[in-house]
């Protein structure tokens, strides 16, 4: 069975594709290395000892796409590709709306073009907004303080619009919680450009000496120490969740989302904490001010994944903070 997975050099997307080859699934991926380079590639197949295709093809380009589904016999997509950067999005919204929103809306209409119904797509908890924790389902979505949000929040209700026209689609939406970690092997993992925007990247840049300190956003926050909790998945756990997606998407049809975390909230001290265990380093931190627009605290219920899709997460905070911090020591200057 071949899968075409989006954004496939991408951080989430190259350690599914590892997932993928592993099960034996044939991977064709699109990337237009916005965000990643070719190696990346190189390094998912070494890890695997198997092959996968690429297109260097950005997923607004129709015809780039037309030519990769007529080269190939896609039975399902994975979509990652995307841009994710918070802040960033406020910024430059119509880039985010024109590269998310108009790239999805070419994929969808290709996939039709070649038949082909049968997708898992990269949401994110930050559709859930303001509502209260942990986060269930089918709780309110659309409530989002992003252009980011909102572009994930708009790709899930094309995709269920697409399904109430089509009922022949299998649509799979996961909902991501705040992946972090890296490939046990130290090839692959999280290498975000320039200063990261996300906690776990920026702790293990500061403990290698990459960046002088770490700030904490904010210690007065209602939780345990005055940080704000989240739901930490490790990377491999979330690349697994995709094949059970794709496994449900395979013998069934409709439009669901499912929340992908683990359940448990931890504060930005207790990760450094975690951080400062795996490294055997002190980490050089100050608590600064709230960054705008951070909830406080969030985490998933995930019991409709682990039932309806039979996914469970394995793996705890001090391995996510192993296997980082093993990534950056082997990658130093990140993948080349
Ligand atoms: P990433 O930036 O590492 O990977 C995205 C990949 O998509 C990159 O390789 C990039 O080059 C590629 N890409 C972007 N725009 C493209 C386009 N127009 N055409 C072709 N390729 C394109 O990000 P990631 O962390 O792996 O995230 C993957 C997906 O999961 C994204 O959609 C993201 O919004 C979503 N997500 C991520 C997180 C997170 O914290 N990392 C949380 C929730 C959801
Ligand atoms: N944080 C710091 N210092 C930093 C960076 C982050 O204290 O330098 C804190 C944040 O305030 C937050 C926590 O660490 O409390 C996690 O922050 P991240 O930026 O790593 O992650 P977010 O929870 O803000 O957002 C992430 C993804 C979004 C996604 C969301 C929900 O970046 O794309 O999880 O899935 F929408």
């Known amino acids: 069975m071949a899968i075409l997975v989006t954004g496939g050099a991408g951080y989430i997307g190259s350690h599914t594709c590892v997932e993928l ?26 890890i695997t000892g198997k092959k996968l295709k690429s297109y260097d093809c ?9 030519k990769v589904f007529s080269e190939n016999k896609i039975d399902a997509v994975i979509h990652f590709a995307g841009l994710k950067a918070v802040g960033e999005s406020t910024k430059l919204p119509l880039t985010y709306y024109d ?19 049968k997708i898992v797509f990269s949401s994110s908890a930050t559709v859930y907004g303001n509502n209260p924790i942990p986060y269930k389902e089918d709780m309110p979505t659309g409530d989002v303080s992003s252009p980011y949000g909102r572009t994930k929040h708009f790709i899930e209700k094309i995709l269920e619009d697409v399904y109430a026209s089509d009922n022949e689609w299998s649509i799979s939406l996961l909902r991501y919680f705040n992946p972090i970690g890296a490939h046990s092997s130290g090839l692959i993992g999280e290498d ?19 960046l002088p300190q770490l700030t904490v956003f904010g210690g007065d926050y209602d939780t345990k ?4 909790i989240r739901d930490y998945i490790h990377v491999v756990d979330l690349a697994k969740a995709h094949l059970c997606a794709v496994a449900k998407i395979m013998d069934s049809t409709g439009c669901e989302a499912y929340n992908i975390g683990n359940g448990v909230g931890y504060s930005v001290l207790d990760i450094i904490h975690a951080f400062e265990k795996a490294s055997g380093k002190a980490l050089n931190y100050v608590i600064g001010d709230r960054r705008a627009g951070d909830l406080p605290a969030f985490y998933a219920d995930a019991a409709k994944a682990n039932t309806e899709l039979n996914w469970h997460a394995e793996l705890g905070i001090d391995k996510m903070c192993e296997d980082t911090w093993n990534f950056q020591t082997k990658n130093p200057d990140g993948i080349k």
């Open 21 to 46: 080859l592993e099960a034996d699934y044939e991977v064709v991926v699109v990337d237009n290395y916005y965000n990643s380079v070719p190696e990346v590639l190189n390094r998912v197949e070494k």
């Open 58 to 66: 950005d997923i607004r380009d129709k015809e780039g796409l037309r």
């Open 99 to 117: 590269n998310n929103i108009s790239g999805s809306v070419v994929l969808f209409e290709i996939m039709n073009e070649f038949n082909c119904k």
């Open 192 to 210: 975000p450009n320039g200063i990261p925007n996300n906690l776990m990247p920026y702790i293990s840049r500061v403990a290698i000496g990459k």
């Open 225 to 228: 120490d005055g940080t704000c």
